[in-house]
């Protein structure tokens, strides 16, 4: 049975998953950078791997119960993501290809979201809703690729959700926080709704609830609107996207997806025109080295990798420039 060892490092996260052939997680740790103020700094975030990728090595095999010369196929996160997280990643995974002398299979983050979800909830060509920090997208198969068919015009919800949150200055992150203050409201405050085909933009949700919390407006109402407008944007996009590609699954990926408000609004929407609604526990909605490694183990069946010399990161990946050939 292959054994597949999967790096994650696109972000914040640092993470190792091992899966097998039959889709069974052996191991999935994670490090995670943190920032008491302010953003992710890249290159702060690359030194923060460095110093704990041989300690989430060395947990990930003990979990696993195996030892190094029991992997047969090493993957890595290649893009979309910062290039120094990335190279990272990429560096240990040069390193193991070459001591167990095996090929690598570069994997696409966004994808490896998608796929993980297929695997635990059983879902069979779903549309993925992906709300992370820097990401947000509707992606879906057609036509061979996995293609994005909306997405933020600006920022992603997560990263608007921190920003507004740090702005009123409950901390970060901002999610968690601001999901516990919405749930003492139920006071909807207008706020603008800003929708355009399949794609969504938050920027001028972000000043308008910034001017409104100047002005001396309730946080726990502007939290509770908050949810209320940018997961109502976030779901009429998922469904047009369901309805033009009459897909009947919808999956939910990303930390954001972590929330219990959008999580119903979601459900409720799928209910309505019967379709099938999936969301993995939150371990696998975060960022996670068991979706590196799951997609690894697919493309390596489908003989897609790359001697450990050739491999490289591409930090703009866009997921449709990626060959599918595990599903074809
Ligand atoms: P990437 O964008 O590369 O996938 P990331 O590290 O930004 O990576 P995640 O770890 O998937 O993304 O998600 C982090 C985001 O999820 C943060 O913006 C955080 O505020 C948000 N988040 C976490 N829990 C909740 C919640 N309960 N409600 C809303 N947002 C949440
Ligand atoms: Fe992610």
């Known amino acids: 049975m292959k054994i597949c060892l999967g790096i994650e490092s696109t972000a914040h996260t640092f993470g190792i998953g091992i899966v097998d052939e039959k889709g069974n997680i052996l191991a999935n740790v994670k490090e995670v950078y943190t920032t008491k103020q302010g953003g992710i700094v890249p290159l ?6 460095e110093k704990v990728k041989e300690k989430v090595l060395k947990l990930a095999l003990e979990k696993a119960g195996i030892k190094l010369d029991d992997i047969n196929v090493v993957s890595f996160s290649q893009g979309p993501g910062l290039a120094p997280c990335l190279l990272k990643g990429l560096f240990l995974a040069k390193k193991l290809g070459k001591e167990l002398s095996i090929d690598l299979v570069p994997v696409n983050h966004c994808i490896a979201h998608l796929e993980i979800g297929k695997l635990l909830c059983k879902a069979k060509d779903p549309v993925m809703l992906y709300v992370s920090g820097a990401n947000t997208q509707v992606i879906s198969y057609a036509s061979k690729r996995y293609r994005v068919f909306g997405e933020t015009l600006d920022i992603g919800v997560g990263n608007f959700i921190d920003s507004f949150a740090r702005y009123c200055g409950i901390g970060f992150p901002g999610g968690p926080k601001i999901e516990e203050l919405a749930k003492k409201s139920k006071n909807l405050v207008e706020l603008p709704y800003s929708v355009k085909g399949m794609d ?3 920027s001028g949700l972000l000043t308008n609830l910034k001017q409104k919390y100047d002005k001396g407006y309730k946080l726990s109402d502007l939290a509770f609107s908050l949810q209320e407008y940018a997961f109502a944007m976030l779901t009429e996009v998922s469904e047009r996207a369901m309805a033009f590609l009459r897909k009947e699954e919808l999956l939910l990926a990303g930390g954001v997806a972590c929330n219990k408000r959008l999580q119903e609004m979601c459900k409720i929407m799928c209910k309505e025109r019967n379709a099938k609604f999936f969301c ?20 390596f069946k489908a003989n897609q990798k790359v001697k450990a ?20």
């Open 280 to 299: 993995p526990p939150n371990e696998f909605l975060v960022d996670n080295g068991a979706m590196i490694a799951w997609l690894g183990l697919l493309m």
């Open 200 to 202: 969504v933009a938050f």
């Open 44 to 49: 702060e975030a690359a030194e923060h791997h």
């Open 309 to 328: 010399d050739e491999a490289d990161i591409a930090p703009y990946q866009r997921s449709d420039e990626v060959k599918v050939s595990w599903l074809n």
